[in-house]
């Protein structure tokens, strides 16, 4: 069983910065696409970023050159850092794992009505970050 643990979440100002971190269990990083979705408060959830097992990355419009995804292996734990970051940022993020391969669009949508859902493998249990103006 694939269980992902997830830390890092807090409250900061506006032009902060965070590091969100998950740690796998039952999967190693090279076998498995890895990302993050977040859900603001009364919004759809949105994948923020992903990672596949071959290292090629993914990021939101809303979030390029601002936050990086980047795996550490021998931890076993997938980073996400989170710089300039900006009100909007406030969410409820989560660290999804799946087997490699899944398409964005498909398994991995864009947007949904809220998270977790169904066609990923493993959810974390959510973080929430809060970003004050």
């Known amino acids: 069983e694939v269980r992902l643990v997830e830390s890092g979440g807090g409250a900061v100002q506006a032009g902060g910065s965070l590091r969100l971190s998950c740690t796998a269990s039952?999967?190693?990083?090279?076998?498995?696409?890895m990302g993050w979705y977040r859900q603001p408060p009364g919004q759809e959830c949105e994948l923020v970023s992903r990672i596949d097992s071959e290292g090629l990355t993914y990021y939101a419009a809303s979030v390029k050159g601002r936050f990086t995804i980047s795996p550490n292996n021998a931890k076993n734990t997938v980073y996400l850092q989170m710089d300039s970051l900006k009100p909007e940022d406030t969410a409820v993020y989560y660290c999804v794992a799946d087997a490699p391969g899944g398409d964005y669009g498909v398994s991995w949508t864009y947007r949904t009505t809220s998270c977790p859902y169904d066609d990923l493998d493993a959810w974390g249990q959510g973080t929430t970050v809060t970003v004050s103006s």
């Open positions: 039952g999967v190693t990083l090279d076998e498995a696409d």
